[in-house]
Each structure stands twice: as C-alpha cells, then as structure tokens.
C-alpha cells in the first residue's frame, strides 16, 4: 500500500521540473524577443526597406508619354532597361577603373600605416599612448565635408602653403590635376581612415595575452621579433575586418570627390560611381537610373567583398 502511494508522488514530483523548465524557456524566448526586437525593427526600417525600394525604383523609369513631349512625364515600368544602360556605360566604367586603381593603392598604404600607427602605440617604447591615440583618431571624427574643404585650400596653387614652398624650390605641383586629382582624394581618404582602422588594429592587439610577451622575453625575444611574430600574426583577422570595410567604403567614396570638384575642373559629374547616381537622379531627373546605379555599385561592393574575405582568411 505503502509503495503505490509513493509511486504517484514520485511521478508527481518527475513532472514539476519539466513543467518549471518549460517555463523558463518560455521566458527566455520572450526575453530574447524583446532584446531583439528593436533591433530587427530598427534594420528593417533603416536597411532592408531603402534596398528594397530602391531595386523596386530601379525597374521603372520616367518617360515623356507622347513623343511630342506635350503628353507629361509618367513614371513606366522599364524592366532591366536602367540595368542595361549603367552596364553599357562607358563613363560609368570609367569611374569604377578610378575608383579599382584607387582602392589598389590607397587601401593597402592605409592598412600598413594603421598598422604601424597600432605597433607604435602598443609598445613599450611608446608614451602617451591615450594622447597619440587621440590624435590619431581625431581627423575620422572631423565631417567629410569640413575634410574635404580643409585639404582644398592645402591643395589650391593660390592658398596652399606647399604648393608655394615647392614653387619656391622651382618645382611646379598641381595637386588637383588631372593625373593628381585622384591621390588628392586618396591622401583624405587615408588621413579620414587610418586612426579608425588603428582602433580596430590596437584592440586586436591589446587581447592577445600578456603571457605571450612574457614568454618570448624570458626566450630573449626583442620588440622587434615580438612585434613581427606574435603581434602581427594575432592581427589577421582585424586586418580582413578593416580591408573588408575599407574596400566596400572606397567604392561608396562620395565626399571628398563632390567637395573638390569645387576646385577642380578634372572632377565631372561622373568621376566616381556614387556621383554618377547623384546626377542621374538630381540632373538628369532619372530616380530610376540612379537606383540602378546604386544597386549595381552595391552588388559589386558585395561580390569584391567576399573575394576579398575568401581570398584573406585561408589560413596558411
């Protein structure tokens, strides 16, 4: 009698966990949600919606609806027509060979002097590191457009002090040429980016552990084989995240170009891909054209994206 009433409360008290666990993953669900949620809201409003609306906007065009131009412009639907004109593009091309020859250089001179600017500061040798690291951070905080104003009159032969010091050594500079325009840009670029991209470099550099350092030195490793053995190797992956980031910025560069083009009759309308976007919409008055642009620089961005990351993180 005794045992068959202590079987049910045994299964009895089996049940009560399950139940209580039940719950509490319950719980943690809605609490996920509600962690989440703002944040799913927040990319589907400000990301997904735009890119969406924009290859939606892509497929359509403005047209005249007579061919005497007495009827209007009506908004018709064009298919991949805006596609096949950005394609066959020769301007648009010629602005994305601006803008490849400028992310082959540019890019790895910026990474190699965020690098050294990182190695400096994390060094022993190194003093006032927070000081320098400011420093060096302070031009990413500076607006483009304030960037960009700042560096054309160091680039303009009537106001600049360096196009005047190379005059008086008889040497004649043009920076906002028509063959130095673009490392005009690129030198605002890397002066805009390096600091940044010397953050993420110092903050790989300051979670390797400290037991690694303290090994080599009793081996009798010197700053320098530390600096190039350990440091660098612990850098790889902040160096595929700042090239991925650095190559998807580079195709998107509008800022400093539409601010020099002020000063420089070298810079047209189309000189970089996000520019030619712009007059297609706000010239031209073509919002279809501009968002095939716009999509078609994204996929390109997207597609050098992941040959870069596929390419840079095999490991060895």
Sequence with gaps: MSLAVEKPAVAGRALRPSGRRGGVKGSHRRAALWLIGPFIVLYLFVYAAPIGYSIVQSLFSRRNVTSLGFGGVQTVFVGFGNYAVVLTDPAFWASM???????????????????????????????????????????????????????????????????KGFAGLGI??????????????????????????????????????????????????????????????????????????????????????????AVSPFITSKYVPTMAALNAAFGANNFGLAAATSVVIAVIAGILSVIYYRITSVKA
């Design 172 to 261: 004649t500079v043009d920076f906002l040429g028509r063959d130095a325009v673009l490392w005009a840009i690129a030198n605002i670029i890397t002066w805009t980016f390096a600091g940044y991209n010397m953050l993420i470099a110092l903050s790989a550099l300051q979670a390797v552990p400290a037991e690694l350092y303290e090994a080599a030195r009793i081996d009798g490793a010197n700053e320098w084989q530390i600096a190039t053995q350990i440091k660098l190797p612990h850098l790889r992956p902040a160096l595929v995240l700042s090239g991925t980031l650095s190559i998807i910025g580079t195709i998107q560069i509008f800022t400093e170009p539409q601010t020099l083009a």
């Design 97 to 163: 060979g601006r803008i490849a020859l400028l992310g082959l250089v540019q890019v790895p001179v910026m990474l190699v002097f965020a690098v050294a600017l990182a190695l400096l500061i994390d060094s022993k040798i190194g003093r006032g590191s927070r000081i320098f690291r400011l420093a060096f951070f302070v031009p990413y905080a500076v607006p483009g457009v304030i960037a960009g104003i700042l560096w054309s009159f160091l680039y303009g032969p009537t106001l600049s002090p360096i196009v």
